[in-house]
């Protein structure tokens, strides 16, 4: 099985149960249940599920940690930076461990606007060098933001003039 490196792989097996006998193997039943089963022989049924991510009491203990040290690192503006001291780092790791994980996934998103807002602020005072540097930053986080990639492009332009 393969993967892109950061999504996790999900295998579908079967789980054992105990034959059903005396119940319908209507397959209009089936549908609407919502379970996806496999005939297992003898007319059995075993319920298809995805296998779950185990996280394990550690894992959630280093998951917690990770999430009180990016926000302490979001409050004092540690985004990307320091290497291994920042908010960005602690997100990805939390990511590497439960890639569904809901406030990482939003930590990093807010470290990209924080950028941009960033960004927008030093070009309204006409530090266009400073503008281009956190753009670039957001966009080394988020590199297929379309948004972000127009701001590059009017950024260079200026910069440009101004030589």
Not at 42 to 47: G, Y
Not at 102 to 109: D, F, L, M, Q, T
């Amino acid at each position: 099985l393969e993967t892109n490196g950061s999504e996790p792989a999900q295998i579908l097996r079967p789980t054992a149960v105990s034959p059903v006998r005396g119940h319908s193997t209507d397959a209009s039943a089936e549908k609407h249940s919502g379970t996806r089963t496999l005939r297992t022989g003898n007319n059995t049924r075993a319920p298809i599920t995805p296998d779950a991510p185990a996280t394990t009491a550690s894992e959630e203990a280093r998951i917690s940690s990770l999430l009180d040290e990016a926000r302490e690192d979001m409050d004092r503006l540690r985004l990307s930076t320091p290497p291994g001291d920042n908010a960005l780092e602690k997100y990805r790791q939390v990511l590497s461990l439960d890639a569904d994980n809901s406030e990482a996934k939003n930590g990093v998103r807010k470290i990209v606007e924080t950028y941009a807002q960033l960004g927008r602020q030093a070009a309204r005072r006409k530090d266009y060098d400073r503008a281009t540097f956190f753009i670039d930053q957001a966009l080394a986080i988020a590199p297929d933001s379309r948004p972000l990639r127009r701001v590059q492009r009017r950024l260079k332009r200026i910069n440009h003039r101004r030589q």
